[in-house]
């Protein structure tokens, strides 16, 4: 089997979002937010109200890749070593032996996160930054590609525990997954009319069409598109201006606008440019940086959010041509 080409890798991540149409209306932000993160080595967290398909969004994404996929619904009651696993007795062999949890796959979806505690969510520090479990002083590799995509429903909903900022920074993108259009609901309601079934994707027609192959021969193009000091300065200035905003107590750190650099390299490279615009860095600024950020009581109580504020950084600082 030949291996991908960058221009036949970037056509098989389009054919994603045509796959997850298939099952997913109207929610392309997400999709393309989801398949940056996968560029780029980051995790997704993704935020809505119940009922938006935040769910059914990252199951369409698992069936339309070739890769290995587990879900964790997440509880009060889950326990840590009900996510990474666990050492067990063998009575046989009168040893212990080590049970891999779910988080040894490809894709983990950690569904509804901020509805179990924080030392469960604390589970997926380790394995999201550095890619391995440790169990008993042993660390154990994770699969490559490995991908986080967590869902989680707003904070003041009731019987949630808000992500620590330790927690929070582990992910890549924060996307919010929005009620869909008029036209888009009467679209969701004609597919479930004619049969479609959310919990049965196969009937929905979904196939792989990317895998591992592909995914490595697009990061490695991604990692080949320029980014001039203009632009990288441009992203600087942007988490400069966050730290020095009145209305936050905590600004952008230095991860952050790392993190923009590679977001912003990867979008360049799947709209075809190997070199990033301004308008790329804009593009994804907002779900970049906007859980980096902490918004100071009295700003939060005058209705700013952290969007607003990103939106007013964009807008006032000068543009490089």
């Known amino acids: 089997m030949s291996t991908p080409t960058a221009d036949s890798a970037r056509a098989s991540l389009e054919a994603l979002r045509t796959e997850i149409a298939k099952a997913v209306v109207g929610q392309d932000p997400a999709v393309t937010g989801l398949v940056v993160a996968l560029l780029c080595r980051g995790h997704v967290l993704l935020e809505g109200v119940p009922g938006v398909a935040k769910t059914l969004l990252v199951r369409s994404l698992s069936a339309a890749l070739d890769l290995g996929t587990k879900r964790v619904q997440f509880t009060p009651d889950l326990m840590p070593s009900d996510v990474t696993g666990s050492l067990v ?66 904070v003041e909903y009731e019987g949630t525990y808000p992500l620590p900022e330790a927690q929070l920074d582990r992910f890549l993108l924060k996307l919010t997954v929005p009620l869909p259009a008029r036209q888009d609901e009467i679209g969701i309601l004609t597919r479930h009319a004619e049969g479609f079934s959310p919990r049965d994707l196969d009937s929905a027609g979904l196939r792989p069409v990317a895998g591992a ?34 209305s936050l107590s905590l600004g952008v750190s230095p991860r952050g606008a790392t993190a923009l650099l590679s977001t912003a390299r990867a979008w360049a490279w799947l709209t075809g440019r190997d070199y990033v615009i301004p308008d790329d860095v804009k593009a994804l600024a907002l779900p970049t940086l906007r859980h980096r950020v902490q918004l100071r009581p009295e700003a939060e109580m005058e209705g700013v959010t952290s969007d607003s504020v990103i939106s007013a950084v964009l807008s006032h600082l000068p543009v490089p041509r």
Not at 108 to 120: S, V
Not at 224 to 245: F, G, L, M, N, Q
């Open 89 to 154: 007795y063998d009575a046989r062999t009168a040893e212990f032996s080590f049970q891999p949890g779910p988080v040894f796959t490809n894709i983990l979806l950690a569904d509804e996160i901020n509805r179990t505690p924080p030392k469960t969510q604390a589970s997926l520090l380790e394995a999201m930054e550095e890619r391995q479990v440790t169990v008993d002083g042993t660390p154990r590799p994770l699969p490559e590609p490995f991908l986080v995509a967590a869902t989680q429903n707003p």
């Open 213 to 246: 192959a592909e995914l490595e021969a697009a990061r490695a193009a991604v990692a080949k598109t320029s980014v001039s000091p203009d632009i990288a300065a441009y992203i600087v200035d942007i988490c400069r201006a966050t730290r020095e905003s009145p």
